[in-house]
């Protein structure tokens, strides 16, 4: 505990996929959970039906053994605009994202890479479910 989050790429592009966006924001609010993208989205070589692989980290999963941690996930993810979209969530407290990111494993990789992307929620633009959810 108090070691300091690895350092990791973090995402300011325009074309941030609004889904992503959303989809942290309710994690956030949730869970107090911060989100990361890896994978084909991480690398920008995603085609169409590609799926979204995702890291949520947070304190709270502390609470939970692993395989129950946001089990309305699939719910969140279809308010975010997901429906029909492939969705694989991984959640890790931020302890066990410090060891999974400096190790050896497909997160460690996905950052030597450049691929392991912090989403990066501007409270300034909000998404466009927050926009609908506000009028």
Do not use: N
Request: aromatic share 10%; net charge negative.
């Amino acid at each position: 505990m108090g070691r300091r989050r690895t350092a990791t790429a973090v995402v300011t592009r325009v074309d941030l996929d609004p889904v992503v966006v959303c989809f942290a924001e309710l994690m956030q609010g949730r869970y107090g959970a911060e989100i990361y993208a890896f994978g084909s989205r991480g690398r920008g070589t995603a085609r169409a039906d590609s799926d979204y692989d995702l890291v949520a980290v947070s304190p709270s999963f502390a609470e939970q053994r692993s395989f129950l941690r946001v089990p309305d996930r699939y719910d969140l993810w279809q308010q975010a605009g997901g429906y029909g979209l492939g969705l694989d969530l991984h959640c890790y407290t931020p302890d066990e994202f410090d060891e999974e990111v400096e190790g050896l494993g497909y997160l460690g990789e996905a950052r030597e890479r450049g691929e392991l992307i912090r989403i990066q929620l501007d409270p300034q633009e909000p998404c466009a479910l927050r926009k609908r959810l506000s009028v």
